[in-house]
């Protein structure tokens, strides 16, 4: 038997991707991890959300849909009581982009002081403003892709303001969506786009138009990050999470059998 030369030998060593067609096969794609839930069960999750509240808001105060984008650009790394305590008298005085404009950046700085990243984030509201006279009218764009084209507008917060401002089904996934969507196995992801996308794909359009502000108010006075509070919790029952911190309670809330939602 012959010995292979050293380049056959190497060739040898290495496994060689299939062709077809002189083409190099395409790797297959790697699967996002599913839900752990069945469609019955997601479905009660957020039938029961929706009895705890029925109404639920968000915590950023704002007055139209261009006080809630400024407030939620302002958002970022804070908390919304403080933005509040910050916008409250600037919204009093500046609730359109050509009130903010006139105010300027500097007079501006003086009112959100308290809040984090002021100063980027005077400079963004500013140049957000401009953006908003020169390319859309002095009006909120309802278009996610438009949106995000303006000054320290990201997807979340563009997500935030079709859903609050113009009643999209969309999904903003901030840490408290992101923690539950892990944690519990509701919608597991390694990026907040992939979260956003599962629970998309998952939560019952019925529900889609308040499940935003019911994950995370959950998430903020329940499933906490630290210690969440399982026996406070409306589905800890169906909750798949693996270390509750307590045992499983009554449902806080009235049961619907489960083949009901099938």
């Known amino acids: 038997m012959s010995i292979p030369k050293a380049k056959d030998r190497e060739s040898l060593k290495k496994p060689q991707p299939a062709k077809a067609n002189g083409a190099v096969r395409a790797k297959p794609r790697v699967r996002r991890p599913k839900t752990l839930y069945t469609p019955a069960e997601i479905h009660e999750i957020f039938r029961r959300f929706s009895v705890q509240r029925?109404?639920?808001?968000?915590?950023?105060?704002?007055?139209?849909?261009?006080?809630?984008?400024?407030?939620?650009?302002?958002?970022?790394?804070?908390?919304?009581?403080?933005?509040?305590?910050?916008?409250?008298?600037?919204?009093?005085?500046?609730?359109?982009?050509?009130?903010?404009?006139?105010?300027?950046?500097?007079?501006?700085?003086?009112?959100?002081?308290?809040?984090?990243?002021?100063?980027?984030?005077?400079?963004?509201?500013?140049?957000?403003?401009?953006?908003?006279?020169?390319?859309?009218?002095?009006?909120?764009?309802?278009?996610?892709?438009?949106?995000?084209?303006?000054?320290g507008v990201g997807r979340k917060t563009a997500n935030v303001v079709l859903n609050m401002a113009f009643g999209q089904h969309t999904m903003a996934v901030d840490t408290h969506i992101f923690r539950i969507g892990n944690r519990i196995g509701l919608a597991p992801g390694k990026t907040p786009e992939q979260v956003e996308a599962e629970l998309v794909r998952i939560i019952p359009q019925e529900y889609m138009r308040h499940a935003h502000h019911w994950l995370i108010l959950h998430g903020r006075y329940v499933c906490k990050a630290r210690k969440p509070e399982c026996e406070k919790c409306v589905i800890a029952d169906l909750c798949k999470y693996k270390d509750k911190t307590t045992s499983i309670p009554a449902p806080l809330v009235p049961i619907e059998p489960l083949e009901a939602a099938q």
């Not at 957000?128 to 002095?138: M, N, Q, S, V, Y």
């Open 54 to 151: 029925p109404e639920p808001k968000g915590e950023l105060e704002h007055v139209n849909a261009f006080t809630l984008l400024v407030a939620v650009v302002l958002s970022a790394q804070a908390t919304d009581a403080g933005v509040n305590k910050a916008t409250r008298p600037l919204f009093a005085i500046a609730d359109t982009p050509e009130k903010m404009l006139a105010l300027g950046e500097e007079k501006l700085g003086e009112y959100i002081r308290t809040i984090g990243l002021w100063r980027a984030k005077a400079k963004n509201v500013i140049a957000l403003c401009e953006a908003l006279i020169r390319d859309h009218g002095g009006k909120v764009p309802d278009d996610r892709e438009e949106l995000v084209k303006l000054p």
